[in-house]
């Protein structure tokens, strides 16, 4: 007994649907989109696109990392305590008047080493991720209060905010450098997860490390480096937030790590590892940004925002969830 | 000469399990090591430690003359290991696992090295090629492989680099026979390449065809050391379980034909098993039972038929005791006696006064008798060849075939291995015998004109022993049990020998009409003699 051609039809659309994720983000990213501009003056404004893409930049760069520390089966929650640090380590630099690229090379070196300590508990010591990235997260956080005794670090030289403020001129559109910058790491680390051995192994750690393993790959490296690259692309996004600010503060970025993990998650990144796509990360940052956005502009009070970031986050772990049952 | 790999009083605890204690070994480049033991006796947990998988508790692990810290990475060094059960990624396809940790492809950096696909594929099509296994896409998931192939697949992996020890961890469970087959044919290829190979298996079989030296564990210590061409089974079996009790060894050692045609049964069930795995969970119970059953059954039968082997055996050395002793019966005292009344008449004629009639009967009567002693020698001579004793197999084959040839009219091609050597006793015996009966079911069933006898070393320690004829061979339905029951005893008591000797007979009919017999018979390796003796 075959169902009737038309619930066929429906199936087979429900099916691609689940079966290519970035398809899903993408219709709900046109679905918001849409509905804030009818419901706003404010949302399809050139100004107001350019804002959500700057942020938006920061947040998928370090998307990015943290995608690639799930896929391996782990987390990374010291992500928004990482870009406050390296921002202000930056920061603290160019005060010492060490000329911009050394500055910038400073604040990723933090970001790398902490990802780097994080690495290697995980992986050599075989402590869990969760725990380990939850304590880095304070020290980072309590480094970043004790070098600045509570106050910003203001008055940034502005060859360094030009990262962060400048647009560039492609023709006749004007897009934002961090924008930019974001869409140049996009291709690398595609390329990188996509192409090379490296995004094999990475792909595979999760459900088949003892493969891994007899094969002879030292799956300790892999997930110190994981953990390590992590932080240089949050550092990264540190960088580009404190130099579109201006300033670098110790309460900057917190509570990141929710966006950022949600940026993963929704663009399918699965929390039980193996899986993710770096089109889907960025669209999951897009979709995340424009709600943040979108909620603002329809006057919802701040408080209720994280409520709203919990409930997305658990609705695409839920259906992670439904799809592996499917299969 | 230095050895490959050095293990100095290793010992491995897990918790208050000890799984291997106080090992000390060494392997030497292009030698096959075996690890004989019962389940659980730690065969795998040595592999283990041995591979740098688990650090041993005490004991250190030389390698090439370098001490390994544990846990080392046993690829890098050019250690292959096969599992019992492959470790594989299931979502990558084949090529990918096979290829997993040392990929073709460019830049040759570590990490940053992008897979050519296209080179990876070609290799792999070539090594499973040269294992006999065939895949519909090299594209395929291995999670939707059969666990035969999947090992297939693990074995592709260790040949893709090239090795210098290779450790083999008992995979043979997951394998049929034919890829059994292949793996022990690897192994000697491997051997011949200078390739040192540690091979763990519970198959006693296994491990006397390939390996120069045994090390038998029991509850994690290493019991015994036998070079294999001097061991007995006997022996490696009491190793072993840890006792002479031969009560409890028979059962063990001996198996019969039907032994191995309910093993061949178990087999059969168990692929159909691996087929019906994947889509049938309950169906997968009800087969486990089954197989539960077929081997308590195999087990009863495999009790029973040790006691039958053991009074066969005896029977037949019996047998052979008492022809020998008749053969020299007749040949000291009846011939001699004939011979010496043969001079008697002689004498008797010689004298002047016997007239010359009464001659010519003496010398017929001198005639007769002299042919009666001639009937007598050759009586003698199948009782007992007189050459096996003294001049060997070969020798007596030669004159056996000859004498035979001439008196049937049947021509006998005769084709010995150059380097047969001496063999033991019993072995000998048994080969002639199954060649005399072998032969005269030739003469009185297969109406042939020319019989082709073939007597070579397959490997060092295996004899393959063919008889095949141009005469009418085999009929269609025909059946070994049911020949017996004719009064039909020839081939039978040639499947009898081979069976007791452990080795296996095929019957057959040739392409072009005839029945041709092969009989694979293993035996202690023989020194090498100089070819053409």
């Keep these: ?327 | 000469m230095e050895p490959l790999l050095r293990t100095i009083n290793l010992s491995k605890s897990f918790g208050t399990l000890s799984a291997v204690q106080g090992v000390s070994l060494e392997v030497y480049p292009g030698e096959v090591v075996g690890l004989a033991g019962v389940s659980g006796s730690g065969k795998s947990a040595l592999s283990m430690v041995l591979a740098g998988f688990y650090a041993p508790n005490e004991g250190d692990i030389y390698f090439e003359g370098r001490r390994l810290r544990c846990p080392f990475q046993a690829r890098a060094l050019g250690i292959e290991v096969i599992h019992q059960k492959p470790d594989l990624a299931e979502h990558l396809d084949i090529s990918s696992n096979v290829f997993l940790g040392s990929e073709i492809g460019w830049p040759a950096l570590k990490w940053l090295k992008v897979p050519n696909r296209r080179r990876m594929d070609q290799e792999t099509a070539r090594v499973l090629e040269q294992l006999d296994v065939r895949f519909s896409s090299l594209r395929e998931k291995v999670a939707n492989l059969s666990s035969e192939q999947r090992q297939m697949i693990a074995i592709a992996r260790a040949m893709i680099r090239p090795a210098k020890l290779i450790i083999i961890d008992d995979p043979t469970l997951l394998l049929g026979y034919s890829y059994q087959q292949k793996l022990l044919s690897l192994i000697q290829n491997w051997q011949q390449r200078g390739t040192a190979v540690i091979f763990s298996s519970n198959n006693l079989d296994h491990l006397l065809a390939v390996t120069d030296r045994i090390i038998i564990l029991r509850q994690g210590r290493q019991v015994a050391e036998h070079r294999t061409d001097e061991a007995h089974r006997e022996e490696i079996v009491a190793a072993m379980v840890g006792t002479t009790d031969r009560q409890q060894l028979t059962p063990i050692i001996w198996a019969l034909d039907s032994y191995y045609r309910a093993r061949e049964q178990a087999e059969k069930l168990r692929h159909s098993q691996i087929l019906l795995e994947r889509n049938l969970v309950a169906q997968d119970a009800l087969n486990r039972q089954l197989i539960d059953q077929l081997a308590e059954q195999i087990n009863a039968l495999d009790s029973a038929n040790a006691a039958l082997q053991d009074a066969q055996r005896r029977l037949l050395t019996e047998l052979e005791q008492e022809r020998k002793h008749l053969a020299r019966e007749i040949h000291d005292q009846v011939i001699q006696d004939l011979l010496s009344v043969n001079y008697q008449l002689e004498e008797v004629g010689a004298d002047e006064s016997v007239t010359s009639a009464l001659k010519d009967e003496l010398t017929d009567i001198r005639n007769s008798i002299r042919m009666l002693v001639d009937d007598l020698r050759h009586i003698c001579g199948n009782l007992r060849p007189p050459t096996i004793d003294s001049l060997g197999l070969g020798a007596a084959l030669q004159s056996y075939t000859h004498d035979w040839a001439r008196r049937t009219g049947i021509a006998v091609n005769l084709d010995l291995d150059a380097n047969l050597g001496r063999l033991p006793e019993a072995i000998e015996l048994s080969i002639f015998r199954i060649v005399q009966e072998g032969l005269s079911n030739v003469r009185k069933h297969a109406q042939a004109s020319a019989v082709w006898v073939s007597l070579k070393h397959t490997s060092p320690r295996t004899l393959m022993l063919s008889i095949a004829d141009n005469g009418r061979g085999l009929a269609e339905n025909f059946d070994l049990a049911a020949l017996s029951a004719e009064g039909h005893y020839g081939l039978l008591g040639i499947s009898e020998r081979v069976a007791l000797l452990g080795g296996r007979l095929k019957l057959q009919n040739q392409d072009g009409g005839g029945l041709l017999i092969q009989a694979e018979i293993q035996h202690p390796r023989v020194a090498e003699t100089d070819g053409g003796e």
Aim: glycine share 12%; charged share 10%; aromatic share 8%.
């Design chain 1, 1 to 327: 007994m075959f169902p009737p051609t038309e619930v066929r039809f429906w199936r087979g659309i429900w099916r691609l649907l689940l079966g290519r994720h970035e398809i899903v983000v993408l219709v709900l990213l046109l679905v918001i989109g849409t509905f804030l501009s009818l419901r706003t003056d404010t949302f399809l404004t050139w100004n107001n696109l350019s804002n959500i893409s700057r942020a938006f930049s920061w947040i998928a760069i370090a998307a990015f990392g943290e995608s690639m520390t799930i896929i391996i089966g782990g987390i990374d929650l010291s992500v928004g305590a990482v870009m406050a640090l390296a921002g202000l380590i930056t920061a603290r630099s160019l005060e010492a008047d060490l000329p911009v690229p050394f500055a910038v090379a400073a604040g990723l070196l933090t970001g790398g080493l902490v990802g780097w300590v994080n690495g290697t508990l995980v992986g050599r010591v075989g402590l869990p991720p969760f725990i380990v990235t939850l304590g880095t997260m304070s020290i980072a956080r309590g480094i970043t209060f004790g070098l600045t005794g509570g106050w910003p670090v203001r008055n940034l030289p502005p060859g360094f905010r030009l990262l962060g403020q400048q647009d560039l001129l492609l023709g006749s559109l004007s897009l934002p450098l961090p924008f930019l910058i974001m869409l140049g790491l996009a291709v690398l680390v595609n390329l990188l997860m996509g192409q090379t051995v490296l995004g094999n192994y990475i792909y595979t750690l999760a459900n088949s490390e003892r493969a891994l393993l007899t094969s002879g790959v030292n799956v300790v490296q892999i997930k110190t480096l994981v953990y390590t690259l992590c932080g240089v692309l949050t550092a990264m996004g540190g960088l580009l937030m404190t130099a579109r600010l201006g300033v670098a503060a110790p309460m900057a970025a917190i509570g990141y790590e929710l966006d950022i993990i949600a940026a993963a998650v929704i663009g399918g990144t699965s929390l039980f590892g193996g899986e993710g796509s770096v089109l889907g990360v960025l669209l999951g940052a897009a979709v995340m940004l424009m709600l943040r956005n979108g909620l603002v502009l329809l006057g919802l009070s701040a408080y209720w925002q994280t409520a709203v970031m919990g409930t997305m986050i658990l609705a695409f772990i839920l259906l992670d969830h439904w799809r592996r049952q499917i299969r």
